[in-house]
């Protein structure tokens, strides 16, 4: 029997690919934000979900048995992100995490990253760490995560091999960064793709972290010294000491032609020395890697076309959404719970004089301006989805608000406590929006850095 296997960033590079390799194989449910029509591959389920939803992603992988998880958040999804990548994704992780547990998942096979050997994880680049982050939330509630960690990945379509691509193809003389000089072991797509179909379901590697990688092992110089000349054309390309991380980051999004929202990680990531170590290298099946060269030389055939999506349902969005997620140290080890009841008690005390809170029987929290009747915002707390780890409130009135039958608030712990995460999803404001972005918005920020600073410091019990 077929195994259903679900894929959390189905559209992306990697996940189009396994399904056009695999979809014959498997049962393959793919998730998206928005509803597909006219799907080119019939056998392939195409499911919307909102991952910053707990109940939707429950909803989403009902049924399945196996899941892949290719979600690395680069990109804001509403008008005002009011978060960093690193914090979003943490988030999404613990979401997909509770929602495997729920439907009793047996396995989450996570694409991330290799690390840095004998560095500290407080001092790897942003994005290894945030990688390394996503790893362990995905495995903390029991279901067998078995982690792929890979450096560049070369196939048609993806993002990083052609940023190196229109580097070559647009720069006659490449003046490279220091950091151009650090090694790694790239990876072909066609082998990545047979290293995950070998580890689904394979219980031999749950729980388990691999590095993969090609065994040859090049500088990210020698990549651009190698692809030009797979490319057939003559560059000179040297390397300088002095060339500044904001400079090489600008320089990078520009000629590579890549936005500078990916670009960025990635360059504070080539620091690094990132090769496979011999404890962690995939050992499951032989595999005949392909060398740089030949991976390149699949990524350039015009015949391997990025596989087709289906198209998808233009939804009607809501205008001016905002989101906006802050992670805080727990350093005094408090529940989400405490947290939540806290910051009711302290923001009126905070701006004491100015705001009011008044709390009903039922939970619901209104936050009024001095002597009004009507709550700037309020709040409802949603008992039957919330726990001692996790404190859900729907936004559901307030003069500062003009929809209340969406966006909520939340406060979760993650990592096994060692932050707090406070989070605002889907609100739209009723201030017209260039008087929100530099009044509310602002001041929001500002309320949520303090609230951390007031929980750092707190001495109470």
């Known amino acids: 029997m077929k195994k259903t296997i679900a894929i959390a960033g189905a559209g992306g590079y990697i996940g189009r690919w396994f399904i056009n390799k695999y979809k014959n194989k498997y049962n393959i449910i793919a998730l998206s934000r928005r509803d597909a029509i006219q799907n080119p591959d019939p056998e392939v389920e195409w499911r919307k979900v909102e991952l910053f939803s707990i109940t939707s992603t429950i909803e989403a992988l009902q049924g399945v048995d196996y899941a892949i998880y290719l979600i690395h958040s680069m990109s804001a999804l509403t008008r005002l992100d009011q978060g960093s990548f690193e914090d979003t994704d943490l988030l999404l992780a613990d979401n997909f995490s509770r929602a495997a547990e729920a439907n009793n998942i047996k396995q989450i096979l996570y694409l991330g990253g290799i690390l840095p050997k004998e560095v500290e994880e407080e001092k790897m680049s942003i994005h290894l760490r945030s990688r390394l982050e996503v790893e362990k939330t995905l495995g903390e509630r029991g279901v067998p995560v078995t982690a792929l960690r890979a450096g560049v990945i070369v196939g ?27 090694q790694t072991q790239s990876i072909s797509l066609r082998d990545t793709l047979t290293i995950m179909d070998s580890c689904i379901g394979n219980e031999n590697v749950f729980g388990r972290a691999i590095e993969i990688g090609s065994p040859e092992i090049l500088s990210y110089k020698g990549m651009l010294e190698e ?22 980051k600008l320089w990078v999004s520009y000629f590579g032609e890549t936005p500078s929202k990916l670009v960025s990680p990635l360059v504070e990531s080539l620091k ?46 809501v205008k001016n959404t905002v989101r906006s997620i802050q992670r805080m140290p727990n350093t005094r080890h408090k529940s989400a719970l405490w947290v939540a009841n806290r910051y009711k008690r302290w923001l009126p005390t905070f701006f004491r004089f100015l705001i009011n809170a008044k709390e009903t029987s039922r939970g619901d929290i209104g936050f009024y301006l001095l002597k009004g009747s009507k709550p700037m915002l309020q709040l409802t707390l949603i008992p039957d ?45 009723r201030l017209p929006w260039f008087v929100y972005v530099n009044t509310q918005a602002r001041i929001h920020l500002w309320v949520m850095n303090r609230f951390r600073d007031y929980l750092e410091k707190y001495k109470g019990n």
């Open 385 to 429: 989805r919330s726990d001692i780890k996790r404190q859900l409130f729907y936004i559901t009135g307030g003069w500062l608000v003009k929809r209340f039958d969406y966006g909520w608030l939340e406060f979760r712990e993650v990592l096994g406590g060692k932050y707090m995460i406070t989070a605002i999803h889907e609100f739209v404001p």
């Open 272 to 317: 690094h020395t990132l090769t496979v170590s011999e404890e962690l290298k995939f050992k499951e099946k032989e595999i005949d890697y392909l060398t740089y060269e030949e991976s390149v030389k699949e990524a350039l055939d015009p015949k391997n076309k990025l596989p087709a999506l289906p198209k998808f349902k233009h939804d009607r969005e």
């Open 227 to 248: 692809t030009a000349r797979v490319m057939g054309k003559k560059r000179v390309i040297f390397t300088v000491p002095v060339f500044s991380v904001g400079f090489s």
């Open 156 to 182: 048609p379509g993806g993002s990083s091999f052609e940023m190196v691509r229109n580097l070559v193809r647009k720069l006659p003389i490449l003046m490279c960064p220091k950091w151009t000089t650090s």
